[in-house]
């Protein structure tokens, strides 16, 4: 499809474990965000990358949560052992470029830590 | 550091109503999107407002900026159940990172 996509869309992970997420961004943007959504809440900002690299890492909520991507394409998104206020929708959207240009969202994986 | 508040949070009006949801913002900044999430669905971009002055509408929809006094604002003409959803500002800041307000939860009564 021509949209961002991810996968998967919802994870039950059990309190520990590491979980990794993925993001296709749409084809040709070369901006990648991710974000954090608990229940009932505004969007948190985890991550950017521009190509391949990630100017400004400050979002990340502890250093247990990495991110890369490769190919100017795909990115994933990996936390490790995973803690229950982890519990959240993980968004990814793409953009053109950084500064004006519009996001465009992905559907999201729903995480639930047990 | 920039900080986004929209107000009200939750707004429930009926339908054939007229509204208006607030976005201010603490920062100088001139790049403000406008986003609509349906419960348990990812975020759709409504409107992309880039200078002072800034109008679009599409629907019964319309967004204004005002970056003299950081404010944006969502007017709803008519309202239909159809535009029940969260609405969420969003603001670029110096590093191209959005930051985004809490969100409106708006509810359109039949």
């Known amino acids: 499809g021509a949209g961002v996509s991810q996968s998967p869309s919802n994870k039950v992970t059990e309190k520990g474990k590491d979980v990794e997420l993925r993001c296709d961004p749409i084809?040709?943007?070369?901006?990648l965000y991710w974000y954090r959504q608990r229940l009932g809440q505004g969007l948190e900002f985890l991550i950017y990358?521009?190509?391949?690299?990630?100017?400004?890492k400050s979002g990340l909520p502890s250093d247990r949560f990495s991110a890369e991507r490769t190919g100017e394409s795909v990115s994933t998104l990996t936390i490790q052992r995973t803690q229950q206020e982890d519990s959240a929708v993980y968004l990814c959207?793409?953009?053109?470029?950084?500064?004006?240009?519009?996001?465009?969202f992905g559907p999201g994986t729903r995480l639930t830590v047990t | 550091e920039l900080k986004v508040e929209q107000n009200p949070l939750f707004l429930s009006m009926q339908e054939g109503k007229n509204y208006t949801i607030y976005c201010n913002y603490s920062?100088?900044?001139?790049?403000l999107y406008w986003y609509r999430q349906d419960p348990g669905k990812s975020l759709e971009s409504l409107f992309v407002?880039?200078?002072n002055g800034a109008v679009k509408q599409e629907g019964r929809l319309m967004a204004s900026l005002d970056t003299k006094a950081r404010l944006s604002t969502l007017h709803i003409t008519a309202a239909v159940h159809d535009l029940s959803a969260t609405y969420f500002c969003?603001?670029?800041?110096?590093?191209?990172?959005?930051?985004w307000g809490a969100g409106t939860k708006l509810i359109i009564k039949p």
């Open positions: 990358f521009q190509g391949n690299s990630a100017p400004d």
């Open positions: 920062t100088t900044s001139d790049r």
């Open positions: 084809s040709g943007h070369t901006a």
């Open positions: 407002l880039l200078s």
């Open positions: 959207a793409s953009s053109a470029g950084t500064g004006s240009s519009r996001q465009y």
């Open positions: 969003a603001v670029m800041d110096s590093n191209y990172q959005l930051i």
